[in-house]
């Protein structure tokens, strides 16, 4: 299964660290003492000698190489991670995931108040003292990586700007957070069906499973069909028997995210848009609210690793939007503003 970037790659160190679907962030430094691997598309883009190959993208004109989505898929691939997504689906998602880091990579290394070149060379001596204890430099250490000093000092340099960048937007986006989401940390559960449409082989696209899904739901509005018996005729799920009922779901923990996501956006009774996870695509209708009693100062941390990245998401798209992006095709890609590919 291709691990999407998570925004933490970028290197927040706030409360919390790298997240998935299921658990709470653990615990960042806010320096790094080991020279550990990344998710392969979260790696740095930097231009590279004349001799890189071919430009996948350009973002303001520095360009993103072919090569740069090629080595990580082709590691991924041996390491029997890609899972059975349309292999060009993946390419086009790590390009996007490069397109992201590079927008906000510019953005944040433009303004010089967000890190200092000592801050810099303080966390390379913390990297370089690490990779004496392992018995080796640590030009050595990156090059068994494939990363180059100056590719790591910018890595570093990214990391200290996001982390002060995120830092001075949490205290202002911090209380509307808590009030607008109370009920995701409070412990409060939404009881919930859905129907699921799985992917039968690589002709079926996520907009095309959306289409379908949407022609469901449309079905359902008309009064031609109800929500139980739209399960039972079309979903794939194993809770199509029961009507799509999947009980009471928390915010977290339990279900993956975007289903959690869009549950939590529903009113009782109301159906979502169709909704794509690694699963397939489905529609999800809110039942009743088992309201929590949880103190939400519990999930402080978590809370505060969320606003990170919502920050963090809200700046790429603002820079994106601003960004002169183009593709070549040397890799498949996005149609914009979709996960639709552009290219066979």
Do not use: C
Not at 3 to 21: D, E, K, P, Q
Not at 85 to 94: Q, S
Not at 256 to 270: I, M
């Amino acid at each position: 299964m291709l691990r999407t970037l998570s925004l933490l790659a970028f290197g927040i160190a706030l409360a919390g660290g790298g997240s998935n679907a299921h658990a709470q962030p653990s615990s960042v430094q806010p320096a790094p003492t080991t020279l550990a691997a990344e998710e392969p598309a979260a790696a740095a883009v930097q231009p590279a000698a004349a001799d890189a190959g071919p430009v996948a993208a350009t973002v303001n004109g520095v360009p993103i190489y072919a090569a740069d989505v090629d080595r990580p898929f082709e590691l991924m691939q041996k390491a029997g991670q890609l899972g059975k997504e349309d292999p060009r689906w993946i390419k086009a998602r790590m390009l996007s995931q490069l397109v992201d880091r590079q927008v906000a990579d510019q953005a944040l290394m433009s303004d010089k108040t967000l890190y200092t070149e000592e801050e810099v060379e303080t966390q390379l001596k913390q990297l370089r003292e690490a990779a004496q204890k392992q018995g080796a430099t640590l030009e050595q250490l990156a090059a068994a990586q494939g990363v180059s000093i100056d590719k790591l000092r910018q890595d570093v340099t990214f990391r200290i700007a996001t982390q002060r960048y995120v830092q001075k937007q949490l205290n202002t986006v911090l209380p509307d957070y808590v009030r607008q989401h109370k009920a995701e940390f409070d412990g409060t559960e939404i009881r919930a069906k859905h129907i699921m449409l799985r992917p039968v082989g690589y002709a079926d696209s996520v907009d095309s499973l959306k289409a379908r899904a949407e022609s469901i739901r449309e079905e359902i509005a008309s009064g031609n069909i109800d929500f139980d018996a739209a399960a039972r005729k079309y979903s794939h799920a194993p809770s199509r028997e029961q009507g799509g009922d999947v009980g009471f779901i928390p915010r977290r923990g339990v279900m993956l995210e975007p289903f959690s996501a869009a549950l939590f956006q529903l009113k009782p009774g109301e159906i979502s848009e169709p909704v794509a996870t690694t699963l397939g695509v489905h529609l999800i209708q809110a039942g009743e609210v088992k309201p929590g009693t949880k103190d939400i100062k519990e999930s402080l941390q978590l809370i505060q690793q969320l606003v990170a990245e919502d920050v963090l998401k809200r700046l790429i798209s603002e820079q994106r939007s601003r960004a002169k992006i183009e593709f070549t095709g040397a890799v498949p890609y996005f149609k914009p503003g979709t996960e639709e590919l552009a290219t066979p």
